[in-house]
């Protein structure tokens, strides 16, 4: 615990991992900021997990975390029948916590558990591997038309939206950690505003398809966690360099910066998209066209990173051009079947894995009385911060344009939290600061899944149970008139 007055330990670029936390999370992998290797900021090469003796092969590992998967699937298909994201994250988390507890014979397998967590850098794996195949998943399947529809509460959402709840957050948590005996600095408690603020695309996606949400709605919050993660990772970016005591941050400096990834990933990913579609529109084979959309998918993201522009934005906008021009214009309808039938296979797969992941990951918590504490009272904190800063712009926004009744609920409670913001909060410089902002953003992920999820559905009902009886009470003086 971080006695008041201590100052935590940070790392520049060019120095080593601290050893301030000691053994108190002895399964951290000793990772540097991926998320700056996201925005280009710094090479990936300073961003390698260090290896151990213990660390398993790379095979090992996906075979271990696909069969986990599919026996967790099976499991929750036969018996819990909750929806797939959710149930899979609560029976990881449950076999996990039941590695933890003092029973005969399991140690060894707690040993080879966070053994194999080791040898994962969770951050690199989601902000550099699934994440491009996710949010081309995601984008492949969204109405362009219905986007745009939605398009200025889409973009305020995503922009003033995350940079308000990131202040309100950072504020309160300074507050909250300050009362509890937790001497955080200021700037790390935004960098957790920042972290936890965005929508996560991938949780968001999986539970909504079976959460019943009126078409608009689903619109609203797809829309915004495809295009957040970018404003989201630039605002962790420059906080994270204001923490680590580097270069100066101007105003300019920043508005550069926020264009450069935003316009730069939009200008790419339609020049990306625009090649594929050329592609696809010169052949018939879908064989073929499928690994173009695949090539785009990786490929596109990549070069992303490399250009030091948003690679979320970039892959999500040639989603959006295949899936909807694409789809239409350059493929045949067998091609569109068997494409919609690859992309959602793999889209199930790597969620599956994620979300297997995400629950694994409490065996690399550092699970102190004062740290839970701190991750319960920090779940009001974010649902009232989503609640100001989706509900602040929607007042604006009313006197141009109609909402449905019930909007700034559904906002706030359908705004989960997933994997982004686990990676995003382990790819922090080590020690107990990191240690904290893990644990605290672990449960509030926890409860936005498990607890958000699982009520979502009942939630719209009962919302659109009062929004017709509010429609009736409204419409009944109108008839009463015209008789």
Same mark, same amino acid.
């Given at each position: 615990?971080?006695?008041?007055?201590e100052?935590?330990?940070a790392i520049t670029?060019?120095?080593?991992?601290?050893?301030?936390?000691g053994?108190?999370?002895?399964?951290?992998r000793?990772?540097?900021?991926?998320?700056?290797? !996201?925005?280009?900021?710094y090479?990936?090469?300073?961003f390698?997990?260090v290896s151990t @003796?213990?660390?398993?092969? !790379?095979f090992d590992v996906?075979?271990?975390?696909?069969?986990?998967?599919? %026996?967790?699937?099976?499991?929750?298909?036969r018996? !819990?029948?909750?929806p797939?994201?959710?149930?899979?994250?609560?029976?990881?988390?449950?076999?996990?916590l039941?590695l933890?507890?003092?029973i005969?014979?399991?140690? $060894?397998l707690?040993? @080879?558990?966070?053994a194999m967590?080791?040898?994962i850098d969770?951050?690199?794996?989601?902000l550099?591997?699934?994440?491009?195949?996710l949010?081309?998943?995601?984008?492949?399947?969204?109405?362009?038309h219905?986007?745009?529809?939605?398009?200025?509460?889409?973009?305020v959402?995503?922009?003033?939206?995350?940079?308000?709840a990131?202040?309100?957050?950072?504020?309160?948590?300074f507050?909250?950690?300050?009362?509890l005996?937790?001497?955080?600095p200021?700037?790390?408690?935004?960098?957790?505003?920042?972290l936890i603020?965005?929508?996560?695309?991938?949780?968001v996606?999986?539970?909504?398809?079976?959460?019943?949400?009126?078409?608009?709605?689903e619109?609203k919050?797809t829309?915004?966690?495809?295009f957040?993660?970018? %404003?989201?990772?630039v605002t962790?970016?420059?906080l994270?360099?204001?923490?680590?005591g580097?270069?100066d941050?101007s105003?300019?400096g920043?508005?550069e910066?926020?264009?450069?990834?935003?316009?730069?990933?939009?200008?790419?990913?339609?020049?990306?998209?625009?090649i594929?579609?050329?592609?696809l529109r010169?052949?018939?084979n879908?064989?073929?066209? =499928?690994? =173009?959309?695949?090539?785009?998918?990786?490929? $596109?993201?990549?070069?992303?990173?490399?250009?030091?522009?948003?690679?979320?934005?970039? =892959?999500?906008v040639?989603g959006? !051009?295949?899936?909807?021009h694409?789809r239409?214009?350059?493929?045949?309808?067998k091609?569109?079947?068997?494409?919609?039938?690859f992309?959602e296979l =793999?889209?199930?797969?790597l969620n599956?894995v994620?979300?297997?992941?995400i629950?694994?990951?409490v065996?690399?918590?550092?699970?102190s009385?004062?740290?839970?504490?701190?991750?319960?009272?920090a779940?009001?904190l %974010?649902?009232?911060?989503?609640?100001?800063?989706?509900?602040?712009?929607i007042a604006?926004?009313?006197?141009?344009?109609?909402?449905?009744?019930?909007?700034?609920?559904?906002?706030?409670?359908?705004a989960?939290r997933?994997g982004?913001?686990?990676?995003?909060?382990?790819s922090l410089? @080590?020690?107990?600061?990191? @240690?904290?902002?893990?644990?605290?953003?672990y449960?509030?992920?926890?409860?936005s899944?498990l607890?958000?999820?699982?009520t979502?559905a009942p939630?719209?009902r009962a %919302?659109?149970?009062?929004?017709?009886?509010e429609?009736?009470r409204t419409?009944?003086?109108?008839?009463?008139?015209?008789?």
């Amino acid at each position: 615990m971080l006695a008041r007055g201590e100052t935590p330990v940070a790392i520049t670029p060019a120095t080593g991992y601290c050893g301030h936390n000691g053994d108190s999370n002895q399964v951290a992998r000793r990772r540097r900021s991926a998320a700056g290797a !996201l925005a280009g900021e710094y090479p990936a090469s300073q961003f390698q997990p260090v290896s151990t @003796d213990k660390a398993m092969r !790379l095979f090992d590992v996906i075979a271990i975390l696909i069969t986990l998967s599919a %026996v967790f699937s099976w499991i929750n298909h036969r018996f !819990l029948k909750m929806p797939t994201a959710i149930g899979l994250m609560l029976i990881a988390m449950l076999v996990s916590l039941s590695l933890l507890l003092p029973i005969p014979f399991t140690q $060894s397998l707690e040993l @080879d558990a966070k053994a194999m967590l080791a040898s994962i850098d969770f951050d690199d794996a989601v902000l550099h591997g699934m994440l491009s195949f996710l949010l081309f998943a995601g984008a492949l399947h969204v109405n362009l038309h219905d986007l745009a529809e939605q398009k200025w509460v889409i973009a305020v959402l995503a922009t003033a939206g995350v940079l308000g709840a990131t202040f309100i957050i950072g504020g309160g948590a300074f507050l909250l950690f300050w009362l509890l005996g937790l001497d955080v600095p200021l700037i790390y408690c935004l960098l957790f505003g920042a972290l936890i603020s965005p929508t996560d695309p991938i949780a968001v996606l999986g539970i909504l398809k079976s959460a019943g949400a009126p078409k608009s709605l689903e619109t609203k919050i797809t829309g915004e966690s495809l295009f957040n993660d970018g %404003v989201a990772v630039v605002t962790f970016l420059i906080l994270l360099e204001i923490a680590l005591g580097g270069a100066d941050v101007s105003v300019l400096g920043t508005l550069e910066l926020f264009l450069t990834e935003a316009v730069g990933g939009l200008v790419f990913g339609l020049v990306a998209g625009a090649i594929a579609y050329f592609m696809l529109r010169r052949i018939d084979n879908y064989q073929v066209e =499928v690994l =173009v959309t695949l090539a785009l998918a990786g490929g $596109s993201y990549a070069a992303a990173e490399h250009l030091h522009i948003s690679a979320p934005i970039t =892959v999500v906008v040639a989603g959006l !051009l295949i899936g909807n021009h694409g789809r239409n214009e350059a493929m045949s309808q067998k091609t569109a079947a068997h494409l919609d039938n690859f992309w959602e296979l =793999v889209d199930e797969i790597l969620n599956a894995v994620l979300f297997v992941l995400i629950g694994l990951e409490v065996l690399a918590l550092a699970l102190s009385a004062q740290y839970l504490l701190a991750g319960a009272l920090a779940i009001p904190l %974010v649902l009232f911060a989503r609640a100001v800063s989706a509900g602040a712009p929607i007042a604006v926004m009313r006197r141009f344009r109609s909402f449905s009744p019930g909007v700034v609920t559904l906002l706030t409670w359908g705004a989960l939290r997933g994997g982004i913001s686990v990676a995003l909060a382990l790819s922090l410089p @080590d020690g107990e600061v990191r @240690d904290l902002l893990v644990t605290v953003t672990y449960i509030v992920v926890a409860f936005s899944i498990l607890v958000q999820g699982l009520t979502l559905a009942p939630v719209i009902r009962a %919302v659109g149970r009062r929004a017709e009886i509010e429609i009736s009470r409204t419409e009944l003086p109108s008839v009463d008139a015209e008789r």
